[in-house]
């Protein structure tokens, strides 16, 4: 860390290795896409609901009309609900490099303003996406002339096998929690029954915490430190109460098509077996919405034309991947600000 300004140019000059090696993995990701007849695509920022998950935060603005009226815009957290209205309009294979911004985010991680990676297969497994994702983080690394990703003194070999693992049995390995106990189908949760067994744990939350705070603390603590240590951690199956987009495992109803893939304990990328059905998608919507509304005092519209284009959206699945993370650990760099050729200042 440093006080110096990034476009000082002693400053740049540090940086600008990285940097041109974030050039080069955009452009072999993009080279990979390319030859599997993905479509890039560029979807909008501006959007009437920047998308509708209860701690996700997002910037707005006001559209002024030609007669003077404004109405409510937000820059999107995501370029999903764009995507998703494309694959319902007849495509079947397309990524973007996105622009996205999360208000409430900030840190060596996080920028308000970052670009997504984010890509969709209509008609197949959302296994894909696994293996796309554990070949551009080879590709990455081969771009920035490297066989790890490095970050916080933790090293990740993405040419060695992949780790995947259940939600249920991370919480099992690492915390000694049964997390299925606390799960019904449809997503209903047991917070007291997850709070027994935090607090067995020696996990402290407190008192007006609900199963979903909990669920994130013991994540956080407990899980997340194990993940992606020597080798690629795909943590699969999450609670369907943890996957507001995804649909429901076939086997098993508390558990949903949801996963993420961990790189030294970093979150860099986080898929779905996309869920299609309007009626239930606007059921968690508004589920979430009210989630917010009792823990930040807000909630955001939600997109009617989206979920009519989901009455449309053939079968498909989907993911997103924080390109300036990949780019960070490829290259080795400490920060996120240190990969992003201009940072938010």
Not at 112 to 136: H, I, K, P, Q, V
Not at 163 to 185: K, M
Not at 233 to 248: M, N, S, W
Not at 268 to 279: V, Y
């Amino acid at each position: 860390m440093t006080d110096t300004p990034w476009w000082t140019p002693t400053r740049h000059a540090d940086r600008r290795p990285a940097l041109l090696a974030r050039n080069r993995i955009q452009a072999a990701i993009r080279g990979w896409l390319a030859a599997r007849d993905f479509v890039e695509v560029d979807p909008s920022a501006l959007a009437i609901s920047p998308g509708n998950e209860a701690h996700l935060h997002a910037f707005a603005t006001e559209a002024i009309g030609t007669d003077g009226g404004a109405r409510r815009m937000y820059l999107h957290t995501s370029p999903e609900f764009a995507m998703k209205k494309l694959l319902a309009a007849g495509e079947t294979r397309i990524a973007a490099f996105a622009h996205v911004w999360r208000n409430r985010e900030s840190g060596p991680r996080h920028s308000a303003e970052f670009t997504m990676l984010e890509w969709y297969r209509a008609g197949e497994d959302y296994t894909r996406l696994m293996e796309d994702t554990a070949r551009m983080l080879q590709l990455a690394c081969e771009a920035a002339g490297t066989r790890r990703l490095c970050h916080g003194g933790q090293e990740c070999d993405p040419f060695a096998p992949v780790e995947r693992l259940s939600v249920a049995q991370a919480f099992a390995d690492h915390a000694g929690i049964d997390l299925l106990a606390t799960l019904a189908p449809g997503g209903g949760t047991d917070r007291d029954g997850l709070a027994a067994q935090a607090s067995a744990a020696g996990i402290a939350f407190g008192a007006g915490d609900s199963w979903s705070d909990i669920f994130s603390r013991v994540l956080v603590e407990r899980i997340e430190p194990h993940l992606g240590r020597g080798r690629i951690t795909v943590l699969d199956r999450y609670p369907a109460a943890e996957a507001a987009l995804a649909r429901a495992c076939p086997d098993d109803p508390r558990e949903a098509e949801r996963f993420e893939v961990y790189a030294c304990g970093v979150e860099l990328a986080n898929g779905f077996g996309e869920l299609t059905d309007p009626a239930e998608q606007r059921r968690r919507f508004e589920a979430e919405m009210d989630e917010k509304e009792r823990v930040y005092g807000e909630r955001y519209p939600l997109d009617e034309d989206f979920l009519a284009a989901l009455a449309l959206m053939p079968p498909a699945s989907g993911i997103a991947l924080g390109f300036d993370r990949l780019a960070m650990l490829a290259t080795a760099a400490p920060r996120i600000e240190d990969v992003l050729w201009a940072p938010v200042s």
